[in-house]
Structure formats: C-alpha cells, structure tokens
C-alpha cells in the first residue's frame, strides 16, 4: 500500500480563518467544501452577533494568496445561532453548459440556492419562502441526468431554530431551476421512515438511503428509463442488524460499487449534516444489488451468512468507543474518519478489505477531536476540523 497517505509523506498546510487575516467576525461552522475550476472553496458560518448583517462568506482558496472572500452570504435570520443556519454546495459537472458551482444557505426564514459560472460572480437561481407550498428549505445537493436533487426539510414551529426532516426526495429542472416537484413517496410508503439521510449516483441510478429508527435503514433506487422516478427497494431492516444500524451516514462509490458507513446516531447529534455513528459498519453494495459486509458484526440472511471480509467487527473491533465520522475517496483509496475515545484516527484502504490505519500524530500540534468531513481534490486530501480553538482549521494532506 505505498500509495496509501503516511505521516512521512502529509504536507499539511495549516489554514486558520482568523479574523485578523480576513477582518471578519470568526467562522464557526466550516458547512460544505467544493473544488472548482482550480481552486477550493468553502461555505462558512459566523459566530453571529445582534449586530450581524450576513450569515457568512464564500472563501476561496489559492496555495499563493491563502484564502479570499468571494461571496457574502445573505443574512436570512438575524436571530440564529451558527448551528441552526446551514449551507451547502455542489459542482454541476460541465454539460450543453459549462460547469456550475451551486451553493445554498437555509434558516428558519427559507432557502436561497446560488450558481456561478466563475466562483466569483453569483446568481440567485432558487429562492423558497417560509409561506410557500413546497417544502422551503433543501438538503444534499445531487445532480443527475439533467435535474438538481435535493432532500427538503421543514422549521419546527415549537422550537426555534430546529427542523423537521421529510422523508422524500425533491427535484428541480436543471435547465430551469426554480419549482421543486416531489419524486417519490413520503417514506417510500413506510411511516417508520423518519428521514432521507443521503443521495448518491451510483451505477446509473439514484440512490436513497433512509433513516429508520425502528427496524433499521433501508436502501432505494431509481430503475427505468433516464427519467424515471420509479424506485426499487435494495436494503432493508439495516441488513438484519435492525436498530443497531439504523441510518447510514455515509455514501461513496469505490471500485465499481457502493460503499456505506452506518450504524445508529450518536445521542444529541441532531442533525443529518453531518451523522456521528456509534457502533458503526461499512458495507459493501455491488453493481448486482448484492452486499457485503466488510467491517462489522456476523449475522445470518436471507442470502445466507454474512461474515466480514476484514475480519473486524463494528469499529476497527472497538464498537463502543469508536465513531466513525466520514468517508472519502482519495487516488485510489477509501478512507474512514474516526474518533476512538477522543483521538482522531485515519483509515484506509485500496480494496475495501484490507485496512491500515494512517499515522496523524504529525498533523498538528495538539490532538484532532473534530474532523467531521473531508474533500478528495487535486490538491490534496482536505480534512475540514473545528479545532480545539474558537476559529476553523481546514488541513491540507498530500
């Protein structure tokens, strides 16, 4: 595994948005990361104050000039805190029309989706009020076959700041964004079906994978022609190990198949952004729409006895101390995120089956506790941390 990340090998550029590099009150909350037309971009949220007038900026990164501000972002609730204001980003691959960087911000007072063509100029292409019919504010951004997807949520009206998530998918015309329509049922028909944690494309299809606090996640997709929203269950009962895996918190294609961290959330999480689990899995969904499991407990099927590839059980064989906390795929490996107790720790793989653990001690001065997600780009491997100080710290790993 010479390829896989070492401490010997990391450069790790150490970038802090302080408010003395950029004269802006601190970022608290690194929400989404993108790589586009060269450069990286994050969404970040100010630790708002009475006297905020935005929610936050667009930054742009360069390896000579450090990062700039490229985008205010609007100030849609003057009275939120940082964790109940969210921003997301995608990159619309370049098609009839040249890539697009999309970015949205939501808070109780709506949604506001942006697009831009450059990373420097933004249009506001999507725009839903808390009055409206629809669903007025979205989550994970997906584009395929010529439509942007996305999973609506709705405000609590008895406690501010909090939401409510909708257990269905939503879309929107690419070539004219604007009204979301409703592309499958609440719940894919199940009640038990709190929520749609993640969308990903994987083998031409669309794929969904809900949260199910009852018997377990369960795994849909698209079949049909290109256009149609017609869905097919793949996963149920969290692959028979019920409410021990009851959402998948994660989703990447690797290797010709559909990798899947999951578990159940870690207590008082509370959002779906970003999913902490505890006693977490990984599984492995082929193009066949068979699985495997690859870390995590032994059980028996209706296919038969599932016994992990790996050989480990549920979190690297530490089930109750371990949380794994996101997976990305970097020149050709898999990584995991994890936290075991209160160190962070990095794994990866070039098959999903055998596993190393990547040394991090020489990453920064003082333990990670925080990485909550990471970004593969031409750069590097960015891994997006809170820190153990009041700013945000995005590491940059070669």
């Given amino acids: 595994m010479s390829s896989l990340l070492t401490a010997e090998r990391m450069v790790t550029t150490m970038v802090t948005t302080s408010p003395d590099k950029l004269d802006q009150p601190t970022y608290k909350e690194a929400c989404a990361a993108a790589f586009f037309n060269g450069h990286l971009y994050l969404s970040a949220i100010y630790a708002l ?22 985008f205010t972002l609007p100030l849609l609730d003057a009275g939120a805190t940082p964790s109940q204001v969210w921003s997301e980003m995608t990159v619309i691959p370049a098609g009839e029309k040249p890539a697009v960087l999309c970015v949205s911000i939501r808070s109780a007072l709506g949604v506001q989706v942006y697009s831009s063509e450059d990373g420097i100029a933004y249009t506001l292409v999507s725009q839903l009020e808390p009055d409206s019919e629809e669903a007025f504010s979205l989550r994970r951004l997906v584009t395929f076959q010529g439509k942007l997807y996305s999973l609506p949520i709705v405000p609590l009206e008895d406690t501010p ?10 879309a929107t015309d690419l070539s004219a964004p604007g009204h979301w329509e409703e592309v499958s049922q609440p719940g894919f028909n199940d009640l038990d079906n709190d929520a749609i944690s993640r969308l990903v494309v994987f083998n031409q299809s669309l794929w969904a994978a809900t949260a199910n606090s009852v018997r377990g996640f369960q795994l849909w997709k698209t079949q049909g022609a290109e256009t149609s929203h017609s869905w097919k269950q793949v996963l149920g009962s969290g692959t028979f190990r019920y409410t021990l895996n009851q959402v998948v918190g994660e989703v990447q294609v690797f290797k010709d198949a559909l990798y899947l961290l999951c578990g159940y959330p870690v207590p008082g999480c509370g959002s779906l952004n970003h999913i902490p689990l505890k006693e977490p899995e990984l599984l492995r969904v082929n193009s066949d729409d068979t699985w495997d499991v690859l870390i995590g407990s032994p059980r028996f099927s209706p296919q038969g006895l599932k016994i992990p590839f790996t050989g480990m059980g549920a979190g690297f064989d530490e089930p109750y101390t371990t949380t794994f906390l996101f997976s990305v795929v970097h020149q050709g490996y898999l990584y995991i995120g994890a936290n075991q107790g209160e160190d962070f720790q990095l794994w990866g793989s070039m098959d999903g089956e055998t596993w190393e653990q990547v040394a991090v001690e020489q990453l920064t001065s003082y333990p990670l506790t925080s990485v909550h997600s990471a970004l593969s780009t031409p750069l590097g491997l960015v ?6 100080q009041a700013s945000l710290e995005i590491l940059l790993c070669t």
């Fill in 49 to 70: 104050e009475a006297s905020a007038t935005t929610s936050g900026q667009v930054l742009r990164y360069d390896p000579q000039a450090g990062w700039q501000p490229v």
């Fill in 383 to 388: 891994l997006i941390s809170g820190g153990t």
């Fill in 161 to 170: 700041g909090g939401w409510a998530e909708i257990p269905l998918v939503a």
